[in-house]
């Protein structure tokens, strides 16, 4: 294909989301690169971006979110949920809850398994979480102690800090989850992050720290990178070479116009665990039964692509307290917003400095789990559900998710529009497992909830009430008010060679083709036992390594 020279780059990098600005950032470091960095949302100038409160405002809105739905999902008792993905500068980390959570080290360990490359083990990784780190206890020259040092970097782009505020029945909460037999941790990121604590967060003096912020905005003066927002890809190009399919770059909407760019180097393609997939089937990448059904040309027969999604789902229990301050109580009031307000004006803290959970716990639903496998994301606050307004009575959210699913779900095109979202199944709650670790993990909630600890609350269980005792009650109410976390993987998941669902290698190049890597989420084999905003961006920084060695 013809290519004008000023639509001729070296890279091509599709997402400037978690994955794509870290790329674009390390690809373009050497001015000798040419870097093209695409995201088809708009730029990340919208005030509720960056105050931290405002991911209320940016899910479920046209303007920083795809707007995705899952099917009515079976697990669900025919539920289908909002499924937000951010679509707009810094991607799931402009619109996400902030915390930073790397997972446990067995997770990395057994990737290399999965994968057959020790490349992937916890030790390996933990050099490429710490490179692009600037965490808050390494401040002003402080070495902290020397165990921190040996986990944490300063310096780097990605800013965690702790957060500016707390709550005293939530500290009563923490005191119960240790009554409860929990330890406590000062840090869920050293491998084992069984315990409980405050979450850390993605924060810079009280502001949302997206990837934008940390690794666009410092580079915005390299004249070899070009960002083009508000920019869509319908489809990746590809030539024969050698016998076998070369992505030579991508065809783009923008501006109302149709027009391809040329990649000399290597195509990334970093559009999440949903747009990946996507892309790859609609340019031919995928089950061929698929993509002939849709009317696509088989490039490469992938059946991998678009399989194996995986999720956190969290179960939502309420409990109605009182003689306690919660966010309820205060933001119901013509006051208590302006106090709110009025204190984050002034010092950047108190609820709209928040983060949609503070305290976390990660523990055991079952003594039969060798490790924490369940994880609490708590709250000061209660609501039907996400959207609706806070109840009008003092109440806590104790919400606990599977951190290990054995569900599996897919991502497939509904037709051979780009503009048109994928059909996504999660299929949650689809296993006797996660059905077991669902009712498990409730009773883990209510013990928790009767320590003499929170006693002085007198708590009421208002979600999912008290009636609902037996496994089969408690798994299908998890079904009735299970919700996401946002946490899908494994759509495009790396393996062996002999594995025949590995849409990429161990080294995130993409099987039977050349020039192109597949760089975020989606190449997880299994989900991390946490949050898994920043340990994408570990894997952004292996891929960039790669890339820049011709690994």
Request: proline share 5%; with cysteine.
């Amino acid at each position: 294909m013809a290519h004008a020279a000023t639509n001729n780059f070296d890279y091509i990098v599709i997402g400037a989301g978690t994955a794509g600005c870290l790329l674009a950032n390390r690809l373009s470091a050497n001015p000798n690169n040419r870097v093209l960095l695409v995201e088809a949302g708009g730029p990340d100038n919208y005030h509720w971006i960056h105050i931290p409160v405002g991911y209320l405002y940016c899910i479920n809105n046209p303007r920083t979110d795809w707007l995705f739905r899952t099917e009515p999902d079976k697990g669900l008792n025919g539920r289908s949920l909002i499924y937000p993905r951010g679509k707009t500068l810094g991607g799931c980390s402009s619109i996400n809850g902030m915390l930073y959570l790397r997972g446990q080290a067995r997770d990395y360990d057994h990737w290399a398994e999965l994968t057959g490359s020790d490349a992937w083990r916890w030790e390996n990784c933990l050099p490429d979480f710490m490179k692009h780190e600037d965490h808050h206890r390494l401040d002003d020259g402080g070495d902290g102690d020397a165990e921190h040092r040996r986990y944490h970097g300063h310096g780097g782009e990605w800013r965690i800090e702790k957060q500016r505020l707390s709550w005293e029945v939530l500290d009563d909460f923490a005191e119960a989850a240790v009554q409860a037999g929990i330890p406590r941790t000062d840090d869920f990121n050293r491998g084992d992050n069984e315990g409980v604590n405050y979450f850390e967060v993605n924060q810079r003096k009280g502001w949302r720290w997206n990837t934008s912020k940390a690794f666009l905005r410092p580079i915005k003066k390299r004249t070899n990178l070009t960002l083009w927002h508000s920019t869509h890809v319908n489809r990746l190009l590809f030539e024969q070479q050698d016998g076998q399919p070369r992505c030579v770059g991508a065809e783009l909407l923008r501006e109302g116009s149709v027009m391809e760019v040329a990649a000399n180097k290597e195509v990334v393609l970093s559009a999440g665990a949903i747009g990946s997939p996507q892309i790859l089937q609609l340019s031919g990448i995928g089950a061929p039964e698929l993509l002939q059904r849709h009317g696509i040309d088989v490039v490469a027969a992938l059946p991998g692509v678009g399989e194996n999604l995986q999720d956190h789902l969290q179960i939502r229990s309420v409990y109605r307290v009182n003689g306690a301050k919660t966010l309820n109580t205060m933001a119901n009031s013509l006051v208590g917003k302006a106090k709110i307000g009025l204190e984050y004006l002034l010092k950047r803290s108190g609820p709209m400095s928040m983060a949609p959970s503070q305290l976390c716990i990660f523990t055991r639903s079952s003594d039969e789990y060798q490790h924490a496998n369940i994880e609490y994301h708590v709250q000061p606050l209660s609501l039907d559900a996400f959207g609706q307004p806070l109840h009008n009575f003092p109440a806590i959210t104790a919400s606990v998710c599977n951190l290990n699913p054995t569900s599996r779900g897919t991502v497939r095109i509904k037709n051979r529009d780009p503009q048109t979202a994928p059909a996504i199944e999660p299929n949650y709650l689809s296993t006797e497992e996660d059905r077991k670790v669902a009712a498990d993990s409730l009773r883990v909630t209510r013990r928790i909830a009767e320590q003499p600890a929170f006693a002085k609350y007198a708590p009421e269980e208002v979600k999912p009430g008290v009636e609902y005792q037996t496994d089969d009650e408690l798994a299908r109410l998890a079904g009735d008010i299970g919700t996401t976390i946002f946490h899908p993987v494994g759509t495009t998941r790396m393996g062996r060679a002999d594995d025949p669902m590995a849409v990429v290698d161990a080294q995130l190049r993409v099987r039977g083709i050349t020039g192109l890597r597949v760089a975020d989420a989606g190449v997880m084999p299994t989900i991390t036992s946490g949050n898994t905003n920043s340990p994408t961006l570990m894997i952004a920084e292996k891929a960039a390594n790669w890339i820049l060695e011709k690994k």
